[in-house]
């Protein structure tokens, strides 16, 4: 027991103490990342770095989200105000200040993977926590440290919190740092008046940042790679191919493309939905455990992803939490889906060459088909979960 409580906080101390003391020195940046075949940026943690980066663009007087002359690339700011406000509040621009708070991001990661090998005690789970940690996808997340750090630890706060007075301002501050959080409000589901306001006030929520949201959407690349999931980015992929060849897809119709792409995906998984879902009055079940809140809360920020963005693959660290419901409820193919998901978290190894070959498109429709059939998955067992526990009734 004592054993198990030292490697709870030793490994996350060891993990952040090393990433963070690596990144002090350029060399020891580049070589460690050259040696487990990550591409490196400069400087270190360079997602998060973006954020102070367009800081001081904003309090030179300039508009970060319209022009962003500090970006590694000059890409206008695409994360919403509240980072910058944290930023400026905890003096993240000051490098000692900013290092503190890499530690404490990747040490709080790390604990929460550490935390769910124990928690669930299964082998095959631990097993797959080594190989995801080791990933091309996780190893690239904690170079870039990206964001999604931060929403992985609120999410999983969310869902081991019971008191709603800590978890819902939590849940909100999640969906002000990122907004893709809000398709984890199933978590709620178990308190209808609960989960009925939330839906109205995260409604509201987003009304009043709408803003903010325009820009991110406006500022926000559709990529057409190997190493990102989404619809847009499979239309996106497909347009250049078309634009290439003179085919259906130019620049001019490109977006009904796309548009129309991610409304025949909604309809899909909305009658997936329909299928496994049994309308009107009948039995819930009471239990609404830790494996099922996982699910619904890793599981739905997934499919509203690939629904509506374009993500690079270290955004699949949320099908972790999907994880120990799929294991410990036995569900048919869950050694398929564990493949799947590995060929997925690895696609950096894939990725690569000409993507204008036969080559690259075969290697390309392979990997994105993995990735709709992991959506098609959770979508069945996402919508099974809200059946067990959601009632809908409707007044004839």
């Known amino acids: 027991m004592k054993l198990k409580y030292c490697s709870l906080f030793l490994i996350p101390l060891l993990v952040s103490s090393f990433v963070v003391y690596i990144s002090l020195d350029i060399e020891n940046w580049k070589v460690f990342w ?3 075949n990550i591409p490196y940026q400069i400087p270190p943690f360079s997602d998060l770095d973006s954020i102070s980066r367009a800081l001081k663009a904003s309090s030179e007087g300039f508009d970060p989200y319209l022009y962003n002359p500090y970006d590694l690339i000059q890409k206008p700011y695409s994360y919403t105000k509240i980072w910058l406000i944290i930023f400026e509040f905890f003096g993240f621009n000051d490098p000692t200040k900013f290092r503190i708070f890499n530690f404490i991001l990747i040490y709080f990661y790390t604990l929460i993977l550490v935390d769910l090998a124990f928690k669930f005690n ?3 789970f631990s097993f797959f926590l080594v190989l995801f940690f080791f990933s091309t996808s996780n190893l690239l997340l904690l170079e870039r440290l990206n964001i999604e750090i931060a929403i992985v630890i609120l999410i999983y706060l969310t869902c081991i919190i019971n008191n709603n007075y800590l978890k819902i301002p939590i849940f909100f501050f999640s969906i002000y740092l990122k907004l893709y959080p809000i398709f984890s409000i199933f978590v709620f589901m178990k308190k209808q008046i609960i989960f009925y306001t939330i839906i109205v006030l995260s409604l509201f929520f987003l009304l009043l940042i709408r803003e903010e949201i325009f820009f ?3 500022n926000s690349v559709d990529y057409a790679l190997i190493i990102v999931h989404g619809i847009t980015s499979i239309i996106k992929g497909i347009s250049y191919f078309s634009i290439r060849y003179d085919l259906f897809i130019n620049e001019n119709n490109y977006i009904y493309f796309k548009n129309l792409a991610i409304f025949l995906a909604c309809i899909y ?3 997936i939905f329909y299928y496994n ?14 494996e099922e ?3 619904i809360c890793g599981g739905g920020i997934f499919i509203g992803r690939v629904l509506f963005f374009s993500n690079w693959d270290y955004g699949l660290v949320f099908l972790i939490f999907t994880l120990p419901f799929i294991i410990k409820s036995n569900v048919k193919f869950k050694y398929i889906y564990l493949f799947l998901i590995f060929i997925c978290i690895n696609s950096l190894y894939i990725e690569g060459g000409d993507r204008y070959t036969l080559i690259y498109a075969v290697k390309a429709f392979i990997v994105h088909s993995i990735k709709i059939l992991l959506f098609t998955f959770v979508c069945i067992h996402f919508s ?3 059946n067990k526990h959601l009632e809908l009734k409707f007044k004839t």
Request: hydrophobic share 45%; net charge positive.
């Open 277 to 290: 879902f049994d309308f009107g009055k009948k039995k819930t079940s009471n239990e609404f455990n830790l």
């Open 384 to 386: 099974k979960v809200i």
């Open 122 to 124: 299964s082998r095959i």
């Open 269 to 271: 998984s909305i009658a």
């Open 34 to 36: 050259k040696f487990v």
């Open 293 to 295: 809140k996982l699910f």
């Open 216 to 218: 991110i959407m406006k």
